[in-house]
């Protein structure tokens, strides 16, 4: 067990058996007749019983954790597990896990053996349980529903050991999400390498009322320590060609580039000085996006949550959106950072619950199923089956953003994309950088002034490596 599992409470399960018993019939000796009597009085038949009632057999049961704990999404997840349940004749339970609690409740459930019969979860958490050895190999329900409905990029990132784990159900991809009309006013066009971005943002610094204070920040630098950290500096990473693993071999590769992870990192630690806002720190998801949605901020790195945050909070912005991929440092990009959400299955319970859990999962992949689900949290979910993409395409939520979908479709299916150490494949490393915060704490540092690049991208390192050790254990 990993060395951050340890540390959390191990159950202790009790069982305790109550021995029933009932008295044993007697069988009476025969004797003698006695002697004739008197006929007894003749009595009223007794009244007829009714029959006992049959005993329905109950329904059997399926058990669902899932990461999505937005309402928009959890509601429609909800509807469609109903659905689907009620067309199999079975009862289902849906239970929201929050990523803050999701490794935790993982670990123990892991411990325990009472893990969930399916779970919907990132493909982080999918390689966890893969690692886990607690699911089975989804390959019979992808080709029932159809391989070749599938982009097969999605497909890939969940093979390892010649096998798909995981039913990806949608993915999302690292975009700078921008203000259209301060680029415009600016006569800015969109930068093709690491110089033109950085001056760019810089022309997107602006003091509105020429008070001499910037009300308006050109990029958003995000550096919460639990994940935020992590998932900015690993796009800088990716553009520059930095990796956790080689993508082709599978070797730990990231001690052999510390030079030039230390070279990104100073890259974006001096955008964070020059044209992000000093809190930023600090912040998560909702800062960011917020920032953005609210006109403080006019560029920051997102997959695409801030459409659904515009619509919602800020109308008016949303015809201002758009985006652009982060470039790459001298122009070609040899990978973005993207990830996903699958379904998976429990291998712990019986054959026909395994089976029964497969049947369930395959019903959830009409195309319009699929494309309902992304659709519940629109720009940033993008479907994993082509036709219903293509029913995606057409929603009115999306209506004003067809290139946008356009160019997001193209780098899915013809370019590079990976979650943090899944460069080759599912790897729990993925899962161990979600769990810890060694990452956020060493970029802090550095955007704090506690340490150089240099340091903090050799104690990142030392992490990994004790990471990788207790993995290959």
Request: glycine content about 6%; aromatic content about 12%.
């Amino acid at each position: 067990m990993n060395n951050w599992l340890a540390r959390l409470l191990a159950f202790l399960m009790m069982a305790s058996v109550v021995a029933c018993t009932t008295a044993p019939q007697t069988n009476v000796a025969a004797t003698e007749p006695a002697a004739a009597t008197e006929p007894a009085a003749a009595t009223e038949p007794a009244a007829a019983t009714e029959p006992a009632a049959a005993t329905e057999p109950a329904p059997q049961k399926l058990v669902i954790w899932t990461n999505l704990t937005a309402e928009a999404q959890a509601k429609i997840l909800q509807k469609q597990f109903s659905e689907v349940a009620a067309e199999m004749g079975i009862e289902v339970e849906m239970v929201t896990i929050s990523f803050s609690d999701m490794y935790a409740k993982l670990a123990t459930a892991v411990q325990s053996g009472d893990v969930p019969d399916i779970m919907h979860t990132n493909f982080a958490g999918v390689a966890y349980l893969y690692s886990q050895g607690m699911v089975t190999p989804m390959d019979d329900v992808i080709d029932a529903i159809g391989r070749d409905d599938f982009i097969s990029t999605y497909l890939r990132v969940l093979t390892v050991d010649g096998a798909t784990w995981g039913v990806p159900d949608w993915a999302l991809h690292t975009s700078v999400w921008y203000r259209k009309d301060l680029f415009e006013q600016k006569g800015l066009a969109i930068p093709t390498n690491w110089d033109e971005f950085e001056a760019v943002a810089q022309a997107l610094n602006i003091d509105e009322n020429n008070d001499g204070n910037t009300d308006v920040y050109g990029f958003a630098v995000p550096m919460h320590a639990v994940q935020v950290a992590p998932q900015t500096y690993y796009e800088f990473l990716y553009s520059a060609g930095v990796y956790t693993f080689d993508p082709q071999t599978g070797k730990y590769v990231f001690g052999e580039q510390k030079e030039k992870a230390a070279e990104v990192l100073d890259y974006m630690i001096e955008l964070y000085k020059t044209v992000s806002p000093p809190s930023s720190t600090e912040w998560s998801w909702s800062e960011y996006r917020n920032a953005l949605v609210e006109g403080t901020v006019a560029m920051t790195l997102d997959m695409g949550a801030v459409v659904g945050l515009a619509k919602a909070n800020n109308p008016t912005m949303v015809e201002n959106l758009g985006r652009f991929d982060f470039p790459g440092q001298h122009g070609t990009k040899p990978a973005s950072f993207g990830s996903g959400y699958a379904f998976v299955a429990s291998n712990q319970g019986s054959e026909a619950k395994v089976q029964l859990a497969e049947e369930f999962i395959q019903r959830l992949y009409t195309p319009e199923l699929a494309a309902e689900r992304a659709l519940s949290r629109p720009m940033f979910a993008f479907p994993s089956l082509y036709p219903a993409l293509a029913i995606y395409k057409q929603d009115p939520s999306v209506a004003e953003f067809q290139d946008e979908i356009a160019t997001i479709s193209d780098a899915f299916e013809h370019s590079n994309w990976y979650w943090y150490g899944m460069e080759h494949g599912l790897s729990q490393m993925s899962s161990q950088i979600e769990a810890t915060t060694f990452f956020g704490e060493a970029i802090q540092g550095v955007a704090l002034g506690m340490q150089t690049s240099t340091e903090a991208v050799d104690y990142i390192d030392q992490q990994l490596q004790e990471q990788l050790a207790v993995i290959e254990q």
